[in-house]
Structure formats: structure tokens, C-alpha cells
């Protein structure tokens, strides 16, 4: 009933809301896009995104379809790597940025690993920033992160909004610097964040520096500062400041997937983990339990 082509089409247009960026990723012209995901909303007989010229959103049956493509997506690909008796081996170093710790990509790297047994995964957690520098080193094969507003490189996992988060009762002086909470350099949202305060000529002052996101979110929790965060991506007990604390925009924020270079041995497995990671890629968006 569901074709799988039209399937993995929805999936990428559901995790980038952009046909645009969806055509990119797959490699296909936005007209053809545009088409599959019509097929698949007939054969639903429901629509699945609602669009205009601004904006691309899912309606609540896209929603809905989202977890029913995943699980018929990971069945079909089980069902063709068990007829056609290709097994993925090799050593895959992958990298994966501090943003997800709180997310389900555990359960991702399990389905993962129970598909393909037999490739050897080595998994490192690290800042976008120093991810992106083993990448190009050499030290992994690829990586799961944010992306450099300047870099173009990567799969577009999904977009979001970088926004300031704290804890529910904080409060902030206008007439004083704005406490920040950031990771080390080269933190990506730590870049963002003293780039817009210094463009709204705002002082500031870092009253946490850590390299994990659960150091920085107890240091936010007490009520210490504010930190730049992606909304999708906010932890359980910090809420969105509110427009009136007078803070930058941020502005947006790339998840890519960036492969490294192509070492044998590696490079199947590697494109099997990016198919999971895109495949499963609403998940990201959900914290873990």
C-alpha cells in the first residue's frame, strides 16, 4: 500500500519541512519531490504536510505517519539485506555531538547494530566544533552535528531555532552582563551566542564553562545564566526565555550528517548508519527514556 521510494521522500521533507531541502538530500528535482509525497497522501487519503508559500508543516496524520514509515522503512531494509545476503562489516568510528545525550539516538545505534552484527562501532560524544576537526584529521568516519553556518558540506538532518533557555524563575538585569552558560572552544552555539551579544552590543560575562550538555544544564538549573540551545532540542526543567528579557536572535541551526573521508572498510558501514540516522531522524527530537 505504502511504497518505500514515497516513504523515504516523506521522511526527508518531514525531518528538513522544506521540499527544497529535501530535493537536495535525495537528489531529485523538487517537482518529483512534490509528486511522490502527492502519491503517498492519496494512497493515505489524508494529507500529510500542510503547506503555503512560507512554510512547510506536518498535520497531525503526518505526524502520525511518521512513526508508521520509520518502522515499515527499517522492516523492508531487514527484509532486503536478509534475502539478497549482504552482511556490513568493518570498523566504523562515528561522532556524535553533545546535543543528542538526551535524545533517543541510543535506540537508533541499537536498531543499528542488531541489523548489522557484525560492524565494529565505535561511538565518541565531543563538541560539533571538535567533532568536525577529528573529521577532517581523519579520526572518524562520520559525524552527527551541527554545522558551521560557513561550511555547506553535509546531509541535512534537520533545521531548528537556536533560542535562550534558563531556568523558569530567572531573571536578568538589562543594566548588567548577561550571564552565559557555554561549552569550551569551539563550541558552535557558544560562537553564536557571543557573536550576537556583541553585535547588540550586550555585555556578558561566563559564569559556567562545560564540555558536557548535563554540566551545563545543572549550571542552568540553579539558576546560574542562560545558554543558546536548540528549541527542539530543550531539556527536561529549562523553559525558552521570554522575548521581553530583551536577548539576540539567534537565528538557525543546521544537524548534518558529514562523512569523512571514504576509508576502506568503513564506507558501507558509514552509509548504512547515515540511511538509520536519516531514516529515524524524528526521533532525534524526542528525549530519551
Request: aromatic fraction near 6%; proline fraction near 6%.
Amino acid at each position: 500500500m505504502y511504497d518505500p521510494t514515497q516513504l523515504r521522500t516523506f521522511l526527508a521533507v518531514a525531518q528538513t519541512l522544506s521540499f527544497t531541502q529535501a530535493a537536495r538530500r535525495l537528489g531529485l528535482r523538487q517537482s518529483t519531490v512534490s509528486q511522490q509525497v502527492r502519491r503517498l497522501e492519496d494512497a493515505a487519503g489524508r494529507p500529510l504536510f500542510s503547506r503555503d508559500t512560507h512554510s512547510v508543516e506536518l498535520t497531525e496524520d503526518g505526524e502520525a505517519m511518521l512513526g508508521f514509515a520509520r518502522r515499515i522503512l527499517e522492516v523492508h531494509e531487514q527484509a532486503a539485506a536478509f534475502f539478497t545476503g549482504t552482511r556490513v562489516r568493518g570498523r566504523l568510528r562515528f561522532g556524535a555531538s553533545e546535543d543528542f545525550v538526551l535524545t533517543r539516538l541510543p535506540e537508533i545505534l541499537e536498531g543499528f547494530r542488531y541489523d548489522h552484527p557484525e560492524v565494529d562501532l565505535e561511538l565518541t560524544v565531543e563538541l560539533s566544533g571538535t567533532l568536525h576537526e577529528q573529521l577532517a584529521a581523519g579520526k572518524l568516519d562520520l559525524v552527527l552535528a551541527k554545522r558551521r553556518p560557513e561550511d555547506p558540506r553535509g546531509a541535512l538532518v534537520w533545521r531548528d531555532d537556536l533560542v535562550w533557555i534558563g531556568a523558569e524563575r530567572l531573571r536578568l538585569d538589562a543594566d548588567r552582563p548577561v550571564p552565559l552558560i557555554v561549552y569550551p572552544p569551539p563550541g558552535i552555539t557558544r560562537a553564536r551566542a557571543l557573536e550576537a551579544l556583541e553585535r547588540q552590543g550586550r555585555g556578558w560575562r561566563i559564569v559556567c564553562t562545560s564540555g558536557s550538555l548535563n554540566g551545563l544544564i545543572a549550571a542552568a538549573r540553579a539558576g546560574l545564566g542562560v545558554m543558546a540551545h536548540s528549541r527542539r532540542l530543550i531539556p527536561p526543567g529549562l523553559f525558552l526565555l521570554p522575548e521581553r528579557s530583551g536577548l539576540p536572535e539567534l537565528g538557525k541551526v543546521d544537524f548534518v550528517l558529514v562523512h569523512g573521508h571514504r576509508r576502506p572498510g568503513a564506507q558501507e558501514a558509514a552509509d548504512a548508519l547515515a540511511a538509520a540516522v536519516l531514516a529515524g531522524g524524528e526521533r532525534l527530537r524526542r528525549p530519551g527514556g
